[in-house]
Structure formats: C-alpha cells, structure tokens
C-alpha cells in the first residue's frame, strides 16, 4: 500500500503510509501525520511544541469482505502563541467518533437500499452505530429547516399507537416537505412552529387544514394574514360520519317498529364515491333500494353528493353560488342532521370557497405523507427514539429508499 492510496480508496489526505498488519481476519493499516501541515487547533499557528502522542484506532471502508481500521497516533501539541495544549485535529474523522468519513458515507450510501439491521449485518458493526450515523445526518439536515421562502402550509394531526400518541404535521405544500413534527395535538402541539416560523420572517399567504376549532384559532392568531382553506377530503369525511350516525338512528328506529332492517350492510357503500360504485356486486342497486325505503337517509344521502359537486363548480361564483344553495336545501330539510351541518358550512363558508382562490389548495399532499409516515412507522415496528422517528418524517420527501430499522 502507499501514500497515494490512502487518499483514492479511504479519502485520507494529509498523512504518510507507515504499515500494513493482519490481526484476526481484519487489516490494519498504521499511518503517519504530516507534521508539517500540523497546527494550533485553536489559533491555527504553527509555533508548536510536541506534547506526546495517543494511538487511536478508526473504522474504515472495508478491502473486499475484510474489515479496515487505521491506527493514528494523535499528536498532542502546545502552542507559543495562545499557550493552548490540545491535541491536533484529525483530517479524515471527527474528534469524538471511532469511524473515517469514508465509512460514514458507505452506511449512508448502504441506507439507501437496506435497513438498518442488514446494514449493519453486513459491515459487520452494530445496530447502534448505524442508526446514530443515520440520526446525525438527518439532524444536519432536516432538523431546522428553511422556513424564510414557504408560502403555503397544510397542518393535520397523525395517530401513532399508545406511546407515541399523536403528531402534528406541519408541510410545506410547494416542496411537499415536512416542515415541523410537533408532540400530540391541537394548538398546543404548534407552538414551537409558530416561534420559529415569527424569527423566520416568512410571510404565508395560506394555510390547508381540517375545520377543527384548535386550527382555526391557532392560524388567526399567529399568522393572521393567511387565509385559512378548509380541506374538502376532511369536509365530506365529516359528513360521511354525520350520514353513518343517522343510518344507525333510522335503522334503530324501524328495528323497533319491526320494520325490515334495509339500512343494515350498507356502511362502506355510504363512504365511497358513487362512480366507484361496484355493478358486479349489485352496490349502486342495493343503496337505491334502501333510499327508495326511507326517504330521510335518501335525502341525506343525495344532499352528499350535491355538498361534493361544490368542488368541481368552474369558478368561485359558480361554487359560491351552489354553496349558498345546498346551505339553503340543508336547512329547509325535516332532518336535524342536516340542519345543524348547514350550520356548520355556513360558518366556514369563506374558508370553503378559498378553495378556489388557491388552485386548489388542500391537505391531500399531506394525506399522502401521513400514509407514508404510517408505512415507515409499521415497517419499523415502532421507533425506541421518537426524535430520529421525526428526522425520517422530515426527511420522507426526498426518501425513495428503506430508511427504517
């Protein structure tokens, strides 16, 4: 091996080739500094006395299927000029770690095609030192992120299990980044977005939630410039939910009338859209059959489908005006539901139509990003550190490889 070599297969530059050993299946190979690149740590002078030397040994890229490690002696020096004794710093590695670069870049290069447990596996190094490569550079990266240049954010919440709880998703809806993962839920949980997003300076001009309460008067109160677009997945999910509550009513009601139970096993055709109605499972003649029979769900049911047509009006006025009709129908209805859901969208009537105003501004590319947040969260098992779990949410958008344990 020579001098040349050591910067082409392990980046090491700066240091002379001394010697090659074999220990126990595994190379070691012994290098040099070059002492006269050496300088005061502190004040960068080269008025240096030596103070003695430690022998420190680094994980490096492996030669085939045989380990590398580089034994350095450390030199230790006193400066003349700052009266600082430190030791020199090492070119190829950092100070407090026990592996080169070259082998920080290898697991890294790895991770993009395996997990961490097979990475490890097959550098033959341990699940820990793995993920702590992973975790520091995803901290470098993604733990601050930019927030001077966003313009349109979409917040919603994510279920994770009994320890984790909830998280809320802060995206930045041009990159489709996460921006922020913030502990449980509500306006609470957004408070440290708020404080970086004030020093940052950004100005957003709007902002994609659910109708929730906490969002609204979180927005309002700390970016009150922004228009809030109430997301319509979240809209007709809310109804969906309204609608399966007064199946239930109207079948428990003819249940104790002896009526026939016609409302029963129709839930799930509720939810769907009715162009994904199956024909070959007889799906759209079944709910036509249970409108025919109480006309309280049909109503219920039909006014659905006009609340969905809002969205695909060609223009704001054209959806301000069906708007302000189905509101109107929704609360000239014998049906209380309907009623009080009319009270509900008129409300947020402005919230609604902001749809429009923004091209169509919605959370859907954060629904995207909370499937995938909920994949590499199954595909894991779960995460003993909630804080790297974070770094991988933050860092899905670029993440087209297994980044998981």
Same mark, same amino acid.
């Given at each position: ?9 392990? @980046?090491?530059?700066?240091?002379? $080739? ?7 299946? *595994?190379?070691? +190979?012994?290098?040099?500094? &070059? ?25 490096? *890229?492996?030669? @085939? ?25 090492? %070119? ?6 026990? $592996? ?46 930019? #927030? ?11 279920? %994770? ?28 949980? #957004? ?20 109708? @929730? ?42 249940? =104790?009338?002896?009526?026939?139970? *016609? ?18 499972? =007889? ?43 189905? +509101? ?5 209805? &014998?049906? =209380? ?22 091209? @169509? ?24 550190? +909630? ?19």
């Amino acid at each position: 091996m020579s001098t040349s070599l050591l910067y082409h297969a392990f @980046g090491i530059v700066g240091y002379y $080739y001394q010697s090659t050993c074999f220990i126990a299946g *595994v190379i070691v +190979v012994a290098i040099q500094a &070059d002492h006269w690149r050496m300088r005061c740590p502190v004040c960068k002078s080269r008025e240096i006395h030596y103070r003695g030397k430690l022998v420190r040994r680094f994980r490096t *890229v492996p030669i @085939g299927q045989k380990m590398v490690f580089i034994d350095l002696p450390v030199q230790r020096v006193e400066c003349t000029r700052c009266q600082a004794v430190r030791q020199v710093k090492i %070119q190829f590695a950092d100070e407090h770690k026990r $592996y080169t670069r070259s082998f920080e870049r290898l697991v890294l290069d790895l991770s993009k095609h395996m997990t961490i447990q097979a990475v490890a596996r097959h550098l033959g190094v341990s699940w820990d030192l793995v993920k702590g490569i992973q975790k520091d550079s995803l901290n470098k990266r993604y733990r601050l992120p930019k #927030l001077a240049k966003i313009k349109r954010i979409a917040l919603d919440e994510i279920y %994770q299990g009994k320890k984790l709880g909830y998280l809320t998703i802060v995206l930045d809806l041009q990159r489709g980044a996460v921006i922020f993962v913030g502990n449980g839920k509500g306006a609470e949980a #957004l408070i440290p977005f708020w404080k970086r997003l004030k020093r940052s300076g950004a100005r957003i001009e709007a902002v994609a939630t659910d109708m @929730g309460p906490a969002y609204i008067s979180a927005v309002r109160a700390n970016i009150p410039d922004a228009a809030s677009v109430f997301d319509h997945f979240h809209i007709i999910k809310l109804f969906n939910e309204k609608l399966t509550k007064l199946r239930r009513d109207l079948q428990r009601e003819a249940e =104790n009338g002896l009526g026939k139970p *016609v409302l029963k096993g129709i839930r799930w055709l509720l939810l769907k859209n009715p162009d994904n109605l199956d024909d070959t499972r =007889n799906e759209r003649q079944r709910l036509d059959e249970a409108s025919k029979l109480n006309e309280p769900f049909a109503t219920a049911y039909y006014m659905k489908e006009e609340l969905r047509n809002i969205w695909h009006q060609p223009d704001k006025t054209s959806a301000q005006n069906a708007l302000d009709e189905w +509101v109107k129908k929704a609360a000239a209805a &014998d049906i =209380n539901m309907l009623k009080q859901f009319s009270k509900t969208i008129a409300a947020r009537r402005s919230g609604i139509l902001a749809y429009f105003d923004f091209n @169509g501004l919605s959370t859907g590319p954060l629904e995207g990003a909370n499937n995938k947040i909920k994949t590499l969260h199954k595909m894991a098992y779960g995460f003993r550190d +909630v804080e790297f779990f974070k770094l991988k949410i933050m860092a899905l958008h670029e993440t087209n490889y297994v980044l998981v344990g």
